[in-house]
């Protein structure tokens, strides 16, 4: 008899740790939708989530982490070639 109530809570123990990682699970992905819709700016900075894609960006476009890419970098130099024809 003391076997099967251990069995018992072992059992309800399993299920109920399932049942704290769904909610966790399902917690957050509400949390991050909400925060979606309504646009907060928290998102890109917080370090508890992985941004791995850009969005309206063109296709083809990379992912660089850690470099600032700006108007002065994506500029191509001219490079000029002296012409020696004396």
Known sequence: MLILIELIFIILGIIGLIFITWWFH????????????DCDETLLSDSGLNIESVFQAPP???????????????TPSTITIPDNQS
Do not use: A, Q, V
């Not at 399902?26 to 819709?37: A, E, G, M, T």
């Not at 083809?60 to 994506?74: K, Q």
């Open 26 to 37: 399902f917690r957050k992905h509400i949390l991050l939708s909400k925060r979606i819709n």
């Open 60 to 74: 083809g476009s990379l992912i660089h982490p850690y470099i600032i890419i700006n108007e002065d970098t994506t």
